[in-house]
């Protein structure tokens, strides 16, 4: 940490003047935080992050995946490959290594007038265009966080309200037990009172066509996202309850047409000693994007061109035991299922997932990490129909 001490006379100079703060903060190394102070303000600056570097080694049971498909990148439940006939290919081995994890996140923490005031951006570079495995690896970077927040308000974009981060278990993969964890960060307005938080977000739905022929990302609903969260924590661990209400809408040339939507999650994570136990279990009737990586959609156009919303339900357990100071493992099981009316999606749409995985992971000083981590995961459809992936990661990550 470095505070007005650590300056030259040259750098504590007022905040107000930003061409110099900004110079004085590019010099300074990536791990280095700086307190500075104008004539009003108290205002600390941040960089952060981790470096990361993953290896794959993934075996497909059924066909096999494009270069630049995301599922190479990291676990995606919907990217399996399932054979539906006996003319498709043999499944595929491949092997594959990126740094695209490694992110980089700068914050500012401000004490005004009694009342304070937080910035936070964070970038990474999964999941973008730009660049190629042939000649740079140069990949574009992608906006992951970027919020405001005052008091016990907070407006921007980060973590939905609807999903614990705290209860998600340690994994070499991006996610995880991706099938069954309520992950999604967008825009909203959020307000923390207590245990309890309340928020407005961003709305989006996704919309299978009839048939099962494809999906509609439909930005058309009229009303926010609504979700209500309560956070328990004790000796014991920690527990969160949220509830999710919806509006799914799809209004173009062709359809016009609204519903309502819902979902409940529950989450936490229980100590044993140094070890613990962490889980999430989720139930909705149009959660579809909020959960499993948009493994389902939140609803299907029926026979005469209305929303059906689409239940689903999932969750996982995981086991984190430190075997020493320094070496660590965590056996997860995660399971999601959709309860699709088939009569509209057809029996293509994914009924099933689930997958196993487990770690192993050796910290020689405690910001550097080093491990492997076995996943084994199935996705079935409807018709009976389904695929298998096992996949061997090796990684190791620097936190700055």
């Given at each position: 940490m ?8 040259a750098?504590?100079l007022t905040?107000g ?12 190394p990536?791990t280095?935080?700086v307190?500075?102070k ?32 995301i ?14 006939s ?48 042939l000649v ?13 927040s005052?008091?016990n ?18 994994s ?7 099938e ?65 209400l919806?509006q ?16 409940v999650?529950?989450?936490?994570k ?21 959960i ?42 995660s399971t ?10 057809g ?16 910290s ?16 079935e ?5 389904d ?8 990684s ?5």
């Amino acid at each position: 940490m470095f505070t007005n001490k650590h300056l030259t006379n040259a750098a504590k100079l007022t905040v107000g003047k930003s061409a110099l703060a900004a110079a004085l903060l590019l010099a300074l190394p990536a791990t280095a935080a700086v307190k500075l102070k104008d004539a009003v303000n108290d205002t600390e600056f941040a960089f952060g992050g981790y470096m990361k570097v993953d290896a794959f080694w993934s075996d497909f049971s059924d066909g096999s995946l494009a270069s630049n498909n995301i599922g190479r990148q990291f676990y995606v439940p919907s990217t399996v490959p399932v054979c539906e006939s006996q003319d498709c290919e043999d499944g595929a081995t491949t092997f594959d290594g990126h740094t695209r994890a490694t992110r980089f996140n700068f914050s500012t923490l401000t004490h005004i007038d009694g009342h304070k005031v937080k910035t936070f951006l964070e970038m990474d570079f999964l999941a973008t265009p730009g660049g190629n495995e042939l000649v740079s690896n140069s990949y574009s970077p992608r906006l992951r966080h970027a919020f405001i927040s005052y008091d016990n308000w907070l407006v921007g974009q980060t973590w939905t309200t609807f999903q614990n981060t705290g209860a998600l278990p340690e994994s070499l993969d991006f996610l995880g037990p991706a099938e069954s964890t309520i992950f999604e960060r967008q825009a909203m307005v959020r307000y923390s009172y207590g245990n309890w938080q309340f928020s407005l977000e961003n709305p989006e739905s996704l919309v299978m066509n009839n048939g099962g022929n494809g999906r509609i990302d439909c930005d058309d609903s009229s009303l926010p996202d609504m979700v209500a969260r309560y956070n328990h924590d004790a000796g014991w661990g920690q527990l969160s309850v949220a509830a999710l209400l919806r509006q799914l809408k799809i209004d173009d040339a062709n359809y016009d047409s609204t519903t309502s939507a819902y979902g409940v999650s529950v989450a936490g994570k229980i100590k044993l000693g140094a070890d613990d136990i962490r889980f999430m279990g989720s139930y909705g009737s149009g959660m579809g994007r909020y959960i499993g990586l948009a493994i389902t959609s939140d609803a299907v156009l029926d026979d005469k061109g209305d929303l059906e919303a689409i239940d689903s339900y999932g969750g996982f357990v995981a086991y984190r035991h430190l075997w020493n100071e320094k070496l660590r493992s965590t056996l997860s099981y995660s399971t999601f299922s959709a309860d699709n009316k088939i009569e509209y999606t057809g029996r293509s749409a994914t009924k099933s997932a689930d997958s196993i995985h487990l770690n192993l992971i050796y910290s020689p000083i405690k910001p550097l990490s080093i491990g492997v981590e076995y996943i084994r995961a199935n996705r079935e459809l409807e018709n009976g129909y389904d695929g298998d992936l096992d996949r061997l990661q090796f990684s190791a990550k620097y936190v700055l």
